[in-house]
């Protein structure tokens, strides 16, 4: 009986291709999985739920008694038009943003000029600048501006990212010399060598860059919160968080439910957008420290 059961997990790991030591690891790795994604599951349920069940002692990690009506009440606010915001601000920034950091990556990565080191530490020592020392400056400058409550107010501070410069600089360091070389023989300069050869080939670090620049202009909130003042300029963040259960010092209990599917909708982009394009992210973040 013994024997029988030690064949059939010898089966069942080479089925996995697993080895015995290698078990405990990815067991602790289920167990992370299981950690992370339960709060999701649970924001998701609950928002389906009614309050007597949001309200009630029992853990149902499936609703009972499932409703719609927490959706109708979220959809029964502007929700389309912050939408719409969010995917202008996320799309236009995102684009401007790793065409930038993939330029910087380019020239910090293959060509050669006095101080590129020291500029490329002088990029990365800015991440040690918090974000938030940021926020009065910035919000004076397009004060004095005019374009607050506008899109390029929560476009501008978001068109430059120092991670994304480090992933495509970090692509680059590792790009064949060779085709750099022909393509010069041939009468191609960098310009030119950048946009047919190097970009074309660079898809991996693009989509990681993507893939983060995305999810953090979506879900972008303080600096949205502090330059829009009307409806229509609000974004998805933004709005969903009039939805927010506790108020200050009070808790509105009725506002759990639609709490919970306006973060669920907010939510739905980033995820279909990282679960798409997942394999390229993990294939980008990877290069990253091949060479430094």
Do not use: C
Request: hydrophobic residues 55%.
């Amino acid at each position: 009986m013994q024997t029988g059961t030690i064949r059939r997990i010898n089966q069942f790991l080479r089925q996995w291709n697993l080895k015995i030591g290698t078990v405990p690891v990815w067991l602790l790795g289920l167990a992370v999985v299981v950690v992370w994604f339960a709060p999701f599951v649970w924001m998701v349920s609950t928002s389906f739920k009614p309050l007597s069940e949001i309200l009630s002692s029992d853990i149902n990690w499936i609703p009972v008694h499932p409703i719609l009506t927490n959706y109708q009440i979220v959809l029964q606010s502007p929700i389309a038009r912050w939408t719409l915001n969010s995917v202008i601000v996320a799309v236009v920034s995102t684009a401007i943003a790793v065409t930038f950091a993939s330029m910087a990556g380019f020239a910090l990565g293959v060509l050669n000029f006095p101080g590129k080191n020291v500029i490329f530490f002088m990029i990365l020592a800015s991440i040690m600048i918090p974000a938030n020392m940021m926020v009065v400056p910035l919000f004076v400058a397009f004060l004095r501006l005019h374009i607050i409550n506008s899109y390029p107010a929560l476009i501008l501070p978001s068109v430059v990212s120092v991670i994304s410069v480090y992933i495509f600089r970090q692509y680059f360091m590792t790009f064949p010399e060779e085709l750099i070389d022909a393509a010069t023989v041939d009468g191609a300069n960098k310009i030119t060598i950048f946009f047919r050869i190097a970009l074309p080939l660079a898809k991996a670090p693009f989509i990681a860059a993507t893939i983060l620049l995305f999810s953090g202009n979506w879900n972008a909130f303080f600096w949205p919160l502090l330059v829009t003042f009307n409806e229509n300029m609000k974004t998805m963040p933004v709005g969903v968080a009039e939805y927010a259960s506790v108020i200050g010092a009070h808790t509105q209990l009725q506002g759990f439910g639609p709490g919970m599917a306006a973060v669920t909708l907010l939510s739905i982009p980033s995820l279909l957008v990282f679960f798409s394009l997942q394999r390229y992210f993990m294939e980008g973040i990877s290069r990253t420290g091949i060479k430094g």
